[in-house]
DNA sequence: AAATTAAATTAGGTTTATCTAACTTTTATT
DNA sequence: AATAAAAGTTAGATAAACCTAATTTAATTT
């Protein structure tokens, strides 16, 4: 059973080595500054996470998480990404209410806890943020984070969160019928000025190349 | 801000003195075995609670919870008992696993959560054991715990929690259609063997006296 | 390549929550 | 009332997670 430091620490690695493409290790000081402690403390729990085998590390040395180091904290990220999603479509948390919250509920232990959850949830696959959330399996799904505004004309797409968490944004997002999983049909883009025809529920609409950036599909 | 060991102590606390009705303190020892710890270590607890002004307590003397104390508890009371009913009604966890998970979740740190869950739940006045849910305004409902055996003739009840939590028994109470918040109607009481005619949803049936004091009520 | 800067570690200290063992106070029993 | 038993406290230790200050190693720059 890990502390709720440890699966901390983990998390954090799996962050920083998820963050650039490819790079799959992190520093000492990178990693005590993403989680606002000092070096120092970093270095003392880099030995005991060694020790439990959960990273590859040696002195002076870069750091990478171990294959169980890695399930321990996708595990972690699954449980996050469930919470959030939770928090935002059960409970009417916003989207920027919803990571505090869930940093404190993913370190609930309880394997069931979990299951049910994702069950109740309808099994998401991504969270408000569009984020991938990690399957039972640890699976976790390439998140192409893409804008409605880079979906090709003919295509359907499902949206998975927004970037602008402005009221006004939210305000217009909610009176056109959009939200979470509302699937869109791209019918064509202007090359003028980038405004797109789509259709939602049935209905065709038209929207700005500016409000097309700031909706995440999928 | 508590620490989970302080909350811990304090809800200890809280359940020893309303166990035994107007006893209102607690001893060292018995608070230590209440939560599986030795004395010594309740007693440098203590000091500390005494600091914080939760507690009031002399050296050698009894313990008791202050008012600020007592509030503090029965914020964690109603959190522990929110989320039982949640993990029981909306996740189907049995009667005998949300104690274990709700121990974890009662110390998440968030008052928006509370609320909000509490609202999810409809504001739900009974957990699936029966007790009663403290309010917003922390104000716990005495919990007049009856059995379906002790309702009288001709009144409507709401059925709370079980009592009995075998299979067996559990799987004759589904059959019967009965289940948390259902409203019970006792026709009579048979004085031979106790038995009990009662209406529920519709149908009129026939109960133990057995199966009856398994059945709790409000 | 030497010197400087940056990164990381070590040593020693703090706080929280726990322990054991020894001691003190209170309560109960004869 | 004296003594034994029970209840409670104190002192000193330990482990986890953090800190500061000093030191060492690695990387960068001239």
């Known amino acids: 059973m890990l502390s709720f430091t440890e699966e901390n620490y983990l998390k954090a690695l799996l962050h920083i080595t998820l963050e650039v493409e490819h790079k799959n290790e992190a520093g000492t000081n990178e990693l005590a500054s993403y989680l606002g402690v000092k070096p120092a403390t970093a270095t003392d729990m880099l030995k005991k996470l060694k020790d439990k085998k959960l ?15 890695r399930n321990k904290a996708i595990e972690i990220l699954r449980k996050h990404r469930l919470w959030e999603t939770f928090l935002y479509e059960k409970l009417d948390f916003t989207w920027d209410e919803v990571h505090e919250v869930a940093e404190q509920l993913e370190h609930i232990q309880s394997q069931k806890l979990v299951d049910k959850l994702d069950k109740f949830l309808g099994f998401p696959e991504y969270d408000p943020h569009g984020d991938a959330i990690p399957n039972a399996k640890g699976e976790l799904k390439p998140s192409f984070k893409k804008t409605l505004s880079e979906a090709e004309e003919g295509t359907t797409c499902r949206m998975v969160a927004v970037k602008d968490n402005t009221v006004s944004f939210l305000k217009y997002v909610s009176q056109l019928d959009l939200g979470i ?8 883009r202007q090359p003028y000025d980038g405004s797109m025809e789509i259709l939602i529920n049935d209905s065709k609409i038209t929207v700005s190349q500016k409000f097309a950036e700031n909706i995440l599909i999928v």
């Open 55 to 69: 990273i590859s590390y040696e002195k002076y040395g870069k750091i990478s998480l171990s294959d169980s180091g």
């Open 181 to 188: 999983n509302t699937h869109i049909q791209v019918l064509a």
